[in-house]
């Protein structure tokens, strides 16, 4: 098996998608709130600013800046996660666990790519803000309610 290397770079800007494990599930839409809380309350003990999101019903995409000399965006990623995934079993919803214990809620991994200039930042903010249009959700990106392209543009400081 290949190991991933993942890319950190203290303070850079990083596209991620993160997926949940069964793609046919619709539970970061049905419980959007339980996901805002979890980025919320890591975002309190680990600060980094949301540049650009999209929730859709199995997966998100989204773009964070990181504080100057912190790259540590797999331990908020793993934190968000295991809020999310405790919030479902509170609600008592069928969390299976896996063979490691582990709530089976999330793919194990995710994707992250780091933002390398301007142009590369606005192709992401489209891609984020146009892919509920891309798998047929909505025609207009606009008509979609879990997204940032509803709040005010702005600017990420590198």
Request: proline share 6%.
């Amino acid at each position: 098996m290949v190991r991933y290397r993942r890319a950190y770079v203290p303070g850079a800007t990083y596209f991620f998608t993160v997926t949940l494990h069964h793609r046919r599930c619709d539970w970061l839409t049905t419980h959007v709130e339980l996901l805002r809380t979890a980025m919320r309350d890591v975002r309190q003990d680990r600060p980094f600013s949301i540049d650009a999101v999209v929730v859709l019903p199995d997966h998100l995409h989204t773009l964070w800046t990181l504080p100057s000399g912190d790259a540590d965006y797999s331990g908020r990623w793993r934190a968000i996660k295991a809020c999310f995934s405790r919030g479902l079993a509170e609600k008592r919803l069928p969390v299976l666990r896996n063979r490691r214990g582990e709530c089976d809620v999330w793919q194990r991994r995710f994707w992250e790519h780091v933002i390398r200039n301007d142009d590369d930042l606005a192709r992401h903010i489209d891609y984020i803000h146009f892919n509920p249009v891309k798998h047929g959700f909505v025609a207009d990106p606009f008509a979609w309610p879990w997204s940032s392209i509803h709040a005010p543009a702005r600017r990420v400081h590198r």
